[in-house]
């Protein structure tokens, strides 16, 4: 089998994920500060405590979602025996996951910037645990698929560096 293949379609999310992380932690964290630094006020407009509980809800929501939307997404897997048919729909998949994640960051960043208050933390915390423990990685995939050793030798050289 051509290697390039594999490599390409984990290259690209590879780097979707960096990029969604690199946007996001950036966002939330100037929020952060900008909310317990305590000191800096940018006059913003007072919000309904309604929209609150409607973020706070999207956000919690959200992560939900995510989570039961890929393991129905993912057992598309187990109809097919093409390796890289498999990887596609996982790659899939996990790009849907991440993109919903990074809302729920944005949520919880215009949240925590109207109301100040902890329980965006919570959910923003939530959510970067998702980030990390959903990242792709060779055992994942292999494990989540349950491949043949040479199966998952493949998966391993694609998330090498070229």
Known sequence: M???????VYKNLDQLILILLVLVLPIFG????????????????????LVGQILSSAGIG???VQYLLFR???????????????LKIYANATRERYLILFVVALIC??????FGSAIYNFIFAGAL???S????????????FKLS???????????RPD
Do not use: H
Request: glycine share 2%.
């Open 129 to 131: 645990f998702f980030f």
């Open 2 to 8: 051509e290697i390039q293949e594999f490599r390409k």
């Open 62 to 64: 959200l992560l939900v």
């Open 30 to 49: 100037m929020i952060y500060l900008y909310q317990s630094s305590g000191k800096l006020t940018w006059n913003l407009p007072e919000l309904p405590s």
């Open 149 to 159: 050793k040479e199966d998952a030798e493949i998966i391993r050289l694609a998330s």
């Open 72 to 86: 129905k997404k993912v057992k598309a897997v187990f109809l097919t025996e093409d390796l890289l048919v498999k």
């Open 133 to 144: 423990i959903a990242k792709p990685t060779p055992d994942r995939i292999k494990t989540l």
């Open 109 to 114: 960043s215009v949240g925590l910037l109207f």
